[in-house]
């Protein structure tokens, strides 16, 4: 008996649409000019498994609105940083102008100081250029929707305009320039061989330059020239972290007493006309316009051999937190200056008048009384007595023949024991 031939399988005019793994509209096309498949639907029904499955963020299209005048928009956000600065800041807001590109910046220890540097930022915008914020764009963080914030820019009739939630993309300006910022800062404490600590008062100086320098994004013009219509001085500046020496004759002890210390230059001050020196044997900051630097010569290049993994947390790709230094792990020559310009207050130093007063120390703090300063001698001492500096002329006092910093003391009157060295009356306290 014969049996009928098989029929020949013959592919579906329409296959169901599950049964090719839900493919997208570019795959179906393909299939369809190939003759694999016949698919006539002139429409496509949204097939809600492939929305749960293979939903994906839309594009972004790009921004045509300029702005006109300065302060017209300007842009907020904040940068968390694990690593505390030697003042005490794990933040710091930065407010970008649309118009100029110059930009502020503000360390912060703590997220609701935000509100107070905004408001006392629109009052410097309208006495210093008689303008007022139109409108603040900012992200949809819990420091910008604060009701304090809400009330102020109600009553000074600004526009909060907020990206959506976790689409940082609308806010694009503000994380473009914390990049910009945090690559700057990178880039000098590498240089300087600084700790990590260090950021806030890299920060400043980077702010201090990046509106200095020209900007792409308002055609290679210089933001300082766009806001203030003046062409900036590059004459004073010098390298971020160098050896630098500012005058102290004006608070020597006497007038055998050195007539200047050596400090690291930490930056530009906002008040003053001058420059911004730590000096680390008596962690102070020192305000001086008389500074002579030695842009060769690093101070803590002795001390950090390797600063390059303490840096990491500046990459915006690394969002894990880095614990916090305790104060048993801090290391000895950790300095903590104040992060404004103001002089602090302080205690009279032992051994001058009730009425000494310094008015180019800002702050002050204990005196490293062993182990000799970060830059002055780089022989190896042994442990003995004699190793370490001189209590008021800070020359060495190893009493090694090839150490170039031998010498005698400058007034005659120093011990080499570590006990003389703390009491002498020379020293600056």
Same mark, same amino acid.
């Given at each position: ?105 503000? $360390? ?73 910022? +945090? ?31 020209? #900007? ?30 500012? +005058? ?20 530009? $001050? ?26 060769? #010569? ?8 390797? $600063? ?40 009279? $130093? ?80």
């Amino acid at each position: 008996m014969q049996l009928p031939p098989l029929p020949t399988p013959t592919s579906p005019s329409h296959p169901p649409y599950g049964t090719i793994c839900h493919p997208g509209h570019a795959t179906i096309d393909i299939l369809r000019n190939n003759s694999s498949i016949s698919w006539n639907k002139v429409g496509h029904k949204l097939c809600h498994s492939c929305q749960l499955g293979k939903h994906v963020r839309l594009p972004f299209s790009s921004s045509t609105y300029y702005s006109t005048t300065p302060f017209e928009i300007v842009h907020c956000d904040v940068w968390t940083s694990p690593v505390a600065s030697i003042s005490g800041s794990r933040y710091y807001l930065v407010i970008l102008d649309d118009f100029s590109h110059f930009c502020w910046t503000f $360390p912060l220890a703590h997220k609701s100081e935000v509100h107070k540097h905004i408001t006392h930022f629109c009052n410097f915008v309208q006495t210093q250029f008689g303008l007022s914020v139109k409108s603040i764009q900012a992200d949809n963080g819990t420091e910008f929707v604060k009701r304090t914030l809400t009330v102020l820019f109600s009553a000074r009739g600004i526009h909060l305009r907020l990206s959506c939630p976790y689409t940082s993309p609308q806010n694009g300006k503000t994380e473009r320039i914390l990049r910009t910022l +945090n690559n700057i800062c990178r880039t000098l404490l590498i240089h300087a061989h600084m700790p990590a600590s260090y950021w806030a008062e890299a920060l400043a100086t980077a702010t201090y330059l990046l509106n200095r320098r020209p #900007c792409s994004a308002v055609h290679n013009s210089v933001p300082y020239n766009i806001l203030y219509q003046a062409t900036p001085d590059y004459s004073h500046l010098r390298v971020f972290g160098c050896l630098c020496y500012p +005058n102290m004759s004006s608070t020597s002890q006497h007038k055998l007493a050195p007539r200047c210390t050596a400090c690291v230059f930490l930056g530009y $001050p906002s008040s003053h006309k001058g420059y911004r020196c730590l000096d680390l044997s008596t962690r102070r900051i020192i305000i001086s316009h008389h500074v002579v630097f030695d842009e060769s #010569c690093f101070p803590f290049s002795s001390t950090r051999s390797d $600063p390059l993994s303490s840096l990491d947390f500046l990459l915006a790709e690394h969002a894990e937190p880095v614990p916090r230094r305790t104060a048993a792990a801090a290391t000895p020559y950790t300095v903590a200056p104040s992060s404004s310009d103001v002089e602090q207050p302080r205690s009279t $130093p032992a051994g001058l008048d009730d009425d000494f007063d310094d008015p180019a120390v800002l702050l002050r703090g204990p005196v490293l009384s062993t182990g000799p300063p970060l830059f002055y001698c780089a022989q190896e001492h042994p442990s003995s007595s004699r190793a370490g500096p001189c209590a008021c002329c800070f020359s060495c006092t190893c009493a090694s023949n090839s150490c170039s910093f031998t010498a005698s003391c400058c007034i005659g009157a120093c011990s080499s024991s570590a006990s003389s060295r703390t009491a002498h009356p020379a020293r600056l306290q």
